[in-house]
């Protein structure tokens, strides 16, 4: 099993940086595909990024230029920076491990974009 905890959230003016983090815990865990995803108020979760143990990251469309994710492996951590931040951007980011066939969710933590 995996146990997954975010940090980092907060608000931030349009324009602004946030830097959000996953650390991810277990009896035995080498995870090759992690990621964050998000869900706004009244929308579905949708993917925001995902990267491999190697370092090969995928986005979606809206964040690429603006969100950059990274992994620590050695720790056991996956980050999240977010720049240019938009009120669009406003959700509730949570991580992501899929692990001998399971997904596993941390709880979130909320990023709200507002002036």
């Known amino acids: 099993q995996v146990q997954l905890v975010e940090s980092g959230g907060g608000l931030v003016q349009p324009g602004g940086s946030l830097r959000l983090s996953c650390v991810a815990s277990?009896?035995?865990?080498?995870?090759?595909?992690m990621g964050w995803y998000r869900q706004a108020p009244g929308s579905k979760r949708e993917l925001v990024a995902t990267?491999?143990?190697?370092?090969?990251?995928n986005y979606a469309d809206s964040v690429k230029g603006r969100f950059t994710v990274s992994r620590d492996n050695a720790k056991n951590t996956v980050s999240l920076q977010m720049i240019s931040l938009k009120p669009e951007d406003t959700a509730v980011y949570c991580c992501?491990?899929?692990?001998?066939?399971?997904?596993?969710w941390g709880k979130g933590t909320l990023v709200t974009v507002s002036s």
């Open positions: 992501n491990a899929y692990w001998i066939g399971v997904n596993y």
């Open positions: 990267i491999t143990s190697g370092g090969f990251a």
């Open positions: 277990g009896s035995a865990l080498s995870i090759n595909h």
